[in-house]
């Protein structure tokens, strides 16, 4: 039962803190929003709170020394640390596996080393934190973190400036994050943590500029070197664009003559010219030999395009996939 000289505190379920008041505000001395913890020894209260199975939710932990500490729940469960103050916090080596840190607060923050695996990090401000050497596997970053979504926020209302900023801020986090998944052999987590910065660089620049159309024009087709089945997919449907393309303008066929769409032609015979259409597009792609087919004048425009970018598709295709398997 909540007591009126409990703390004040309130976490995001309504649960009040059954501490008691000590700071002032109405405030435990958990919650003290002024707490400075670099001169108290905390770690062993911590861990005796974690063990009982009591909730550390919001906790001002400013400072605090929790070098090696542990912080994980018993028998595999998690402990509860949302919208906890971990600024400038020490947690090198720390275990805090499974423990929520949704909407923490970790600017320049040192878990050196720490066992974050399957910890929630989902809105954490995460400005400035030192991740060398950390286990970040399975981690729960959330689709954006805390600076993008703010970034898209002022933007939503107009206030560019504060965009662009979180955007920058925004950007250093992930290459952080990419760097140091990267020294992990985490690969696949780096891959998605290159593509988040790239595109918070990509807007930060002007929005017409030619910088953030080519930016955007490489997300698009193979995801900034970070996805072969983009460029799988893009081949097949400029494949599929120039046969409509030969389908309308029309080919010449050495056995059958003719190959154009026609209202006056059955749904066979146009379909039979369609597949003409496809499998010319589909050897111009590749530089596949189609010496049985030629287009007619106003084709040949789209032939000679599509032969480029076939050439063009192909070696990005190798790169990237190269890319990948060297990662």
């Excluded at 030192?130 to 993008?148: D, K, M, N, P």
Aim: aromatic share 12%.
């Amino acid at each position: 039962m909540t007591h009126p000289e409990n703390c004040r505190f309130a976490g995001y379920a309504g649960d009040r803190c059954q501490h008691t008041p000590t700071a002032p505000g109405g405030f435990c001395a958990w919650h003290d929003p002024k707490a400075d913890r670099s001169h108290e020894d905390v770690k062993p209260e911590l861990e005796r709170l974690v063990a009982a199975g009591d909730s550390l939710e919001g906790f001002v932990l400013h400072n605090a020394h929790l070098e090696g500490a542990h912080l994980a729940g018993h028998d595999g469960r998690g402990v509860n640390m949302r919208g906890v103050d971990l600024s400038r916090a020490h947690l090198q080596g720390a275990h805090l596996y499974r423990v929520d840190f949704s909407g923490g607060n970790f600017l320049k923050a040192n878990v050196s080393g720490a066992n974050l695996n399957r910890a929630w990090l989902v809105d954490a401000n995460l400005l400035g934190t030192v991740f060398t050497g950390a286990r970040l596997e399975h981690v729960q970053w959330g689709g954006a973190i805390l600076q993008e979504k703010q970034a898209q926020d002022a933007k939503r209302i107009g206030k560019h400036h504060d965009a662009l900023n979180d955007y920058g801020e925004a950007e250093l986090i992930y290459r952080t994050l990419r760097k140091t998944c990267d020294s992990v052999g985490m690969s696949d987590e780096a891959g998605f943590f290159f593509q988040k910065e790239m595109r918070m660089k990509r807007l930060q620049r002007a929005r017409w500029s030619k910088y953030r159309f080519f930016s955007k024009l490489t997300e698009v087709s193979c995801g900034y070197g970070e996805r072969p089945a983009r460029v799988v997919t893009l081949a097949l449907g400029l494949v599929l664009l120039f046969a409509l393309a030969y389908f309308v303008l029309g080919l010449e066929v050495s056995k059958t003559g003719l190959a154009r769409f026609d209202l006056q032609h059955d749904m066979a015979t146009n379909l039979t010219s369609f597949g003409h259409a496809l499998y010319y597009s589909f050897g111009i792609f590749t530089k596949m030999s189609v010496g049985d087919i030629t287009p007619l004048p106003f084709a040949k425009v789209f032939a000679a395009l599509e032969s480029f970018m076939g050439a063009f598709s192909m070696a990005l295709f190798v790169l990237v996939f190269v890319k990948r398997m060297v990662r």
